[in-house]
Nanobody, 121 residues
Framework: QVQLVESGGGLVQPGGSLRLSCQASGSIFGINAMGWYRQAPGKQRELVAVIGSGGSSNYADSVKGRFTISRDNAKNMVYLQMSSLKPEDTAVYYC???????????????WGQGTLVTVSS
């Protein structure tokens, strides 16, 4: 069974840094785009950053210059390096991937279970 598992969330002070990781596991045929979304309490889930299989990336305006997305295709992993964190970055961060299992006929969107990031003094 294919799944995405996030790690690296936690409590950090404003101005601090945190690195999130996401591992895609299972019988994977291929992965297209991978990304990070977040959902703050009482708000809708929003895109944070996305990276294509070739390395091209896009960011939400609110995190440009502070967050960096990267991936390791050999390990089926995607990372989110977060710096200069603000209280408004507090949210559950979800890993997302457009991937195909060896038992699937086509690519599907898969979500991780989420990891909580809290920015507070």
């Amino acid at each position: 069974q294919v799944q995405l598992v996030e790690s690296g969330g936690g409590l950090v002070q404003p101005g601090g840094s945190l690195r999130l990781s996401c591992q895609a596991s299972g019988s994977i045929f291929g992965i297209n785009a991978m990304g990070w979304y977040r959902q703050a309490p009482g708000k809708q889930r929003e895109l944070v950053a996305v990276i294509g299989s070739g390395g091209s990336s896009n960011y939400a305006d609110s995190v440009k210059g502070r967050f960096t997305i990267s991936r390791d295709n050999a390990k089926n992993m995607v990372y989110l390096q977060m710096s200069s964190l603000k209280p408004e970055d507090t949210a559950v961060y979800y890993c997302n991937a457009d991937l195909r299992s060896r038992s699937w006929a086509r690519y599907r969107e898969v979500w991780g279970q989420g990891t909580l990031v809290t920015v507070s003094s």
